[in-house]
């Protein structure tokens, strides 16, 4: 075992350390292209620079930023108001300031407002001459589709309700994709959108004017820390005012529905030559390696302590249940609240990700280590004893081996379900077969979710079979 | 040089308020076969554990070769002694070349001393060849039995303890074991304690029987003596056995 132990140890050392500017970006296109174009922009300005791409919410990159994991993302005015500062009323000047006390500084908009608008066809808009959203109130007839979460927030249905006195009764919570659908196909009038979203040239729809301006702003910004100000400022403000509501839907309608990568697309913005992307192989060779290696070191970790634990348990009686209660109920955590809950320690990336691992596996290998050893036959124990046998040479040459299958057991659990829990590794940086399913739910591309979610099962189901083998061949007596 | 190998002094035993052994006192030459007999619960292998030093005697001595057990960390003194258990106490882990050669393994022996030592003794208990390379499990139950007393003999002690070795066997089985034990033992030349609570067992290899009931020796001596002495204790004990030897 101590073989094992070792090589995963050795697997580990291959992992790389974070190099140059640091870009993060949230886990939707918008914000994965932003992140590629911040880091082209910086390499042409000769700044070595690299992505941390759809690392999770805001406050997860927020965070980030603060604790310094990232140097630079994109966000947008409205979010830092209403969601981080909880101020929606603060003014540019204010907001510039109150962030710069955090050490945060924030490049003018990019030159677009991504906010919420109310989209129709084109046509229906033309046949009831429709421009503004002043115009809804007379037409009570028209039927709304609204996300779940647009019904319910502050700035969202409620304020235009008031603000329009809007008397429309048919008003259908539903979810965004399907709400396009159901638009185009003429079972809904009017949707809300997000002013860049690619559907909207793709499917030829009208935005209606804010004419009243009831949706806060969320102009594109970007953040970064104010200790790289020197370096980050010129090169991220030269890109302010670039980039107007159309040319982003463009470049996200290029990634949705063009299915090409996001760094390509910035690459062509940019006018710059064109990455190739790399093919299915490299790219499952590249998530493979990365899995391996959070399933690996968390688990070397894991045994670390977790096997020392239980045999503090076996010793000491009065330790077990405290022991199997704290390790129990690290279990029972949800794996994302316990990621987020580690970033502010940790940082992003693999090293948060494979302490939640390791934690994630110390239950099973505690609870095997004591169930194997708690179940060694008294008779046995005691021939060991009567034999002569030093205290030492019964640890190893019997309690250890005899407690083995039990703990090679808890090990095989362990590694079953950091192998599955390592994929939401992804979410904070850490790679692994995660990051092909993130960018397949959030493109919502069947092949890109399949090439995480295949090999992860199949890695699952190695692992169970690998560990099977080593149970068996110790059960030889 | 002492003519005595074992010698317990008024050795008593209790857990918690339960009196296990009552101050027992008996001796055991070199050579010699002491048998420990008595029903379950009358303490027989209590005594034996303290012989071995597993467990400390709440009053009273135990004297192994002139000196006296002290403190409960007595490999030395446990190594002395080889020490067989009812179902063998083989680790079903190991091999039983690995099980035999254990403990002469953690004494630093090469494995060359171990090999040979091992083929004497596997030729002496005639066991095959080829089950050295299997696991407990594999073997017979006489052959498990063969191989833990190879296993006690391996650093030739002075003094076996025996807990019911034979009691798992089958008649026929057990019947050709205990001959060749006797001789086996005659041979060797060791003392051995035997916990049996057969009679006929005791009768066919201890020079001295010790009677034990609730924790007290009643009876001691000789199958002979003890037939004409004829006390109540052995009285009880032989309408327990319906079968006697001879």
Known sequence: MLRWLLLLVLLSAGCARPQGVQVGSKSFTESVVLGEILCDQLKMRSIPAEHRAQLGGTRVLWEALLAGSIDAYPEYTGTLTQEILHQPQMEVQELRKTLANQGVGMTPSLGFNNTYALGMRAERARQLGLTKMSQLKHHPELRFGFGHEFLRRQDGWPRIQSVYSLPQKQVAGTDHDLAYEALVSGQLDVMEVYTTDAEIEHYGLVLLEDDLSAFPRYDAVVLYRLEKQALLQTPLEELAGRLDRQGMARLNQQVRLQQRSEAQVAAAWLGLDQPESPGLGTRLWRSTGEHLRLVGISLAIACLIGLPLGMLCHARAGVARPVLGFVGLVQTIPSLALLVFLLPWSGLGPRTAILALSLYALFPIVQGTYHGLQTIPGALRESAEALGLSAQSRWLRVDLPLALPAIVHGLQTAAVIAVGTATLAALIGAGGYGEPILTGVRLARTDLLLEGAVPSAVMALLVQWAFGRWQQSLRRA | ?246
Request: aromatic letters at 6%.
């Open chain 2, 1 to 246: 040089m002492s003519m005595t190998l074992l010698q317990l002094e008024a050795v008593s035993k209790s857990y918690g308020e339960r009196l296990i052994l009552d101050r027992i006192s008996l001796k055991l030459a070199p050579g010699q076969t002491i048998a420990l007999i008595g029903s379950s619960g009358s303490g027989k292998s209590t005594l034996l554990r303290l012989i071995n030093g597993l467990i400390p005697p709440d009053s009273g001595r135990v004297i192994f070769q002139g000196r006296a057990l002290e403190g409960d960390q007595n490999y030395d003194y446990r190594r002395q002694m080889g020490y067989v258990l009812q179902e063998g106490g083989l680790f079903p882990h190991l091999t039983i070349e690995e099980n035999l050669g254990l403990l002469a393994r953690d004494q630093g022996w090469n494995s060359r001393a171990i090999l040979e030592r091992v083929m004497d003794l596997i030729g002496l208990l005639r066991l095959p060849n080829d089950c050295l390379s299997r696991y407990p499990g594999q073997l017979s139950g006489g052959q498990r039995q063969r191989a833990s007393i190879a296993r006690a003999l391996f650093l030739s002690p002075p003094l076996l303890l025996l807990d019911e070795p034979l009691g798992a066997l089958d008649p026929p089985v057990r019947r050709q074991l205990q001959d060749e034990l006797k001789e086996l033992f005659r041979q060797l030349q060791c003392g051995v304690v035997l916990v049996t609570h057969d009679l006929a067992e005791a009768a066919h290899f201890a020079h001295s029987i010790c009677l034990l009931e609730a924790g007290r020796l009643v009876d001691q001596g000789s199958f002979a003596d003890l037939v004409e002495r004829s006390s109540c204790s052995f009285q009880a004990m032989l309408h327990s056995h319906r079968a006697l030897p001879c």
